[in-house]
T-cell receptor, first 115, second 113 residues
């Protein structure tokens, strides 16, 4: 079945550091990928839609200069949290779908902790 | 996309069927019903989806009412590993690869022995 892989699964870093999270579609190509954020005991919140070869589309309230998204190939999207602060600590999850008539598949998430 | 309403929590005994309801009274004709679940500290896992007919796969069954305003996810023999948050999502994304799924609060299913 379709597999979406995220790396790293967990990262702990100091405040002010920039952190890059990778999302890969392992056995299919994805022109579109999605990035979500989830705070403890809350549901997933859509942050942005990543489009291969073009700019990402951000949801209202998400700072595009803070959460940089790059989708340079059909199998890889990256989310970079720039100058991370403790309030950016969260569970970040990506998703993609193989084809329009198939469901979306999610990565296992990246737990980001900013000290 | 239409909104969904789910009970915040449900309990189920191991080995029994778990029936998780979902109301989606504003669903439109081209919107599918998707079910995902999320086990603690993992990404959501796809379970099943349907348009208007009942669906069954190796994980679960999906029963959609004739008017499509509600549905029920059935886990026929719940196990402890089925303890998770279950999300019912309505979306027209079946035919649009670029449409994200929007998550509600879901139902926390607790399976106990």
């Amino acid at each position: 079945g379709a597999v979406v892989s995220q790396h790293p699964s967990r990262v702990i870093c100091k405040s002010g550091t920039s952190v890059k999270i990778e999302c890969r579609s392992l056995d299919f190509q994805a022109t579109t990928m999605f990035w979500y954020r989830q705070f403890p005991k809350k549901s997933l919140m859509l942050m942005a839609t990543s489009n291969e070869g073009s700019k990402a589309t951000y949801e209202q309230g998400v700072e595009k200069d803070k959460f940089l998204i790059n989708h340079a190939s059909l199998t890889l999207s990256t989310l970079t949290v720039t100058s991370a602060h403790p309030e950016d600590s969260s569970f970040y999850i990506c998703s993609a779908r193989p084809r329009s008539n198939q469901p979306q598949h999610f990565g296992d998430g990246t737990r980001l902790s900013i000290l | 996309d239409a909104k969904t309403t789910q009970p915040p929590s449900m309990d189920c005994a191991e080995g029994r069927a778990a029936n998780l309801p979902c109301n989606h009274s504003t669903i439109s004709g081209n919107e599918y019903v998707y079910w995902y679940r999320q086990i603690h500290s993992q990404g959501p896992q796809y379970i099943i989806h349907g348009l208007k007919n009942n669906e069954t796969n190796e994980m679960a069954s999906l029963i959609i009412t004739e008017d499509r305003k509600s549905s029920t996810l059935i886990l026929p023999h719940a196990t402890l590993r089925d303890t998770a948050v279950y999300y019912c999502i309505v979306s027209s994304s079946a035919n649009q690869a670029g449409t994200a799924l929007i998550f509600g609060k879901g139902t926390t299913l607790s399976v106990s022995s």
